[in-house]
């Protein structure tokens, strides 16, 4: 059949259940814009090319499948930078598009040519895999190797640049093939190591399960509920892995800041660990609490990579491939044989329930402006039980880890490369994936919120059900904090403050969304329900306390292990 470049490249992707692009349309994309949104394609046009990219892994999250993202040449690459290396770091699939001048430009000898720069070498250390198409006729192999590259191994972004002269051209080619045809699917671990996997579970007397961002972003939550039923066992979650599986809500604690989940891994004989790279945040699983009864400990990883294992630690029984076909492969093993549940857990769960419960009496209460550790009780336990989570900022989001009173199965957050200003684009971006179904809440620092605080506009146009709860200092609470710990609580904070005269809620309103100004804690509540009944995207601009924003941060010494230079 005789087609467009333009249109091929919508074919491929479309055989990967791919149907949604971000961008600023590009003048060489322009025609792939129009016939996606002909084809019924969720098109969204934000106002940055870099909020684009982090849309896009938003919704790479949220699917388990690769995303897709437009550049314009030159500066639009520019601006997408840095949400390809948050893909990078985020180990998110994202094929990253751009545009190019034609060849015939590109090649020649010349000096002031306009919106031009060689594109290809200022990201090719940030992705898996950097092509310039030369001919039309190598859009499949090309388009197939860059999903291939992102979906294979440890998943991350590749960037496809094509050139002017190329992307119209018409192609002769046979219908495209099912992603089986052309790379690896399902890849399932040998049984001799399912069979060893299953024995060390079966002998294990205090087994523990680690859940890591990878479950959630292979959408393989059901599985492993089923896996985790079967051992009986507590399930820690990883800082990335914090949105919580259904069904295993009371019996998953978060690594580091839950007293009966640190319990459970030093008693731990046995751990499984899934969808986790076993990083800094979890002391490579060799560190801090590792260290108590680590002669005693056996490990199993299931990883994706085979170049991963034992990388951080010595692992006892890998299991290489996709967890996605791995974790039924440990069902299956363990079906007839499910372990019983010690009287241990029982009592971890009780006490973690009985700690979350102490926060939300003990959190400060009575304070105007608000303390931070109360508006993170007030916000998150009127989050929607089956609402999206977001995170954002600095010391927003450690006041988070520890007083969310909320359990959501979905939560996003730039929790590997720490970037800040992901917020709002991933709240956007995982709406749109979600189809507007499910309401969203982003708790974010003031500070964060305004990288990409033109969004909101986009939000709105697309209407979709999202409230932004805003704690608001008018500072870097995080760097004033480290400042005061650095020189003293006297010191000149240089750099982290800024005016006073900000209001949110105005600023949403005139975006088109609903705003409310809270500076009291009994206000928050009433506050976002009304935003969400509001009809349309909100932002509750909530007044917090600076000086416990930046000095009365909770579990921040257990925080900064995770940077702890050369002890590692």
């Known amino acids: 059949m005789s087609v467009k470049v333009y249109e091929r490249i919508l074919d491929l992707f479309e055989a990967e259940g791919i149907n949604t692009i971000f961008g600023i349309p590009d ?6 814009f129009h016939e996606a949104e002909e084809r019924g394609w969720n098109v969204v046009a934000p106002h940055h090319e870099e909020s684009a990219g982090m849309m896009a892994e938003a919704v790479s999250r949220m699917t388990g499948k690769a995303a897709v993202c437009i550049g314009t040449l030159g500066p639009g690459i520019a601006n997408i930078a840095g949400a390809i290396m948050c893909a990078k770091v985020e180990n998110s699939p994202v094929i990253f598009l751009g545009g190019q001048r034609a060849r015939i430009t590109e090649q020649r000898v010349r000096r002031g040519r306009i919106q031009f720069v060689k594109q290809a070498g200022l990201v090719e250390n940030s992705v898996k895999y950097s092509a310039s198409i030369e001919y039309a006729d190598q859009t499949d192999e090309i388009i197939r190797e860059g999903l291939r590259k992102a979906l294979s191994g440890t998943p991350g972004p590749v960037y496809i640049e094509y050139p002017s002269h190329v992307i119209l051209e018409e192609l002769d080619v046979p219908p495209v093939l099912p992603p089986d045809r052309y790379r690896l699917v399902g890849q399932t671990a ?13 002998a294990a007397k205090q087994p523990v399960l680690i859940v890591g961002h ?16 079967l051992m009986a066992c507590p399930v820690i979650q990883t800082s990335g892995g914090t949105s919580y599986i259904k069904g295993l809500e009371d019996r998953t604690f978060p690594y580091g800041f839950s007293a009966a989940g640190l319990e ?10 899934i969808g986790t790279e076993l990083g800094e945040p979890v002391h490579f699983g060799r560190g801090r609490h590792w260290v108590a009864n680590e002669a005693n400990r056996k490990w199993i990883l299931v990883e994706q990579d085979p170049t991963a294992i034992g990388v951080n630690r010595p692992i006892d029984v890998p299991l290489v491939g996709d967890l996605r076909a791995v974790v039924p492969q440990l069902v299956e093993a363990l079906r007839d044989t499910p372990r019983t549940a010690t009287p241990e857990l029982a009592e971890w769960i009780k006490k973690d329930a009985d700690r979350l419960h102490e ?7 009575g304070r105007t402006p ?17 609402g999206i989570m977001v995170r954002d900022g600095g010391a927003t989001t450690i006041f988070g880890w520890t007083y969310s009173q909320a359990k959501p199965h979905d939560v996003m957050w730039n929790q590997n490369f720490g970037h800040l200003g992901t917020g709002l684009p991933y709240a956007v971006g995982a709406s749109v994936a979600d189809g507007g179904k499910r309401p969203v809440m982003l708790v974010t620092g003031d500070s964060s919120f305004q990288f990409q605080i033109a969004e909101l506009e986009t939000a709105a ?3 979709l059900p999202l409230v932004c709860v805003v704690a608001v200092d008018y500072a870097w609470g995080l760097e004033v904090g480290v400042y005061k710990r650095t020189f003293g609580h006297d010191s000149r904070e240089t750099g982290t403050h800024w005016s006073t005269n900000t209001r949110f809620d105005k600023v949403a309103e005139g975006f088109g969304c609903y705003g409310e100004y809270v500076e009291r804690e009994e206000d928050i509540a009433p506050a976002i329900k009304r935003a969400y009944a509001s009809g349309t995207p909100g932002v509750i601009h909530v007044a917090i306390d600076p000086k416990a ?11 900064r292990t995770w940077y702890a230079e050369g002890q590692q």
Do not use: C, W
């Open 264 to 273: 459970a891994v030093v008693a731990s004989d046995l751990a499984l660990a």
């Open 549 to 559: 924003n930046s000095e009365e941060m909770p579990s921040y010494d257990e925080f």
């Open 190 to 202: 040998g049984q001799d190591k399912i069979t060893e996997a299953a024995e060390l579970i079966r």
């Open 27 to 32: 003048p060489n994309f322009v025609h792939l």
């Open 359 to 365: 926060l939300a009496e003990t959190a400060p209460s």
């Open 370 to 386: 608000v303390h931070p550790a109360r508006l993170i009780v007030e916000a998150t336990k009127v989050f929607p039980a089956d």
């Open 461 to 463: 146009r697309l209407n």
């Open 214 to 229: 990878g479950v959630h972003t292979a959408r393989a939550q059901e599985t492993v509920k089923e896996l985790a039923d």
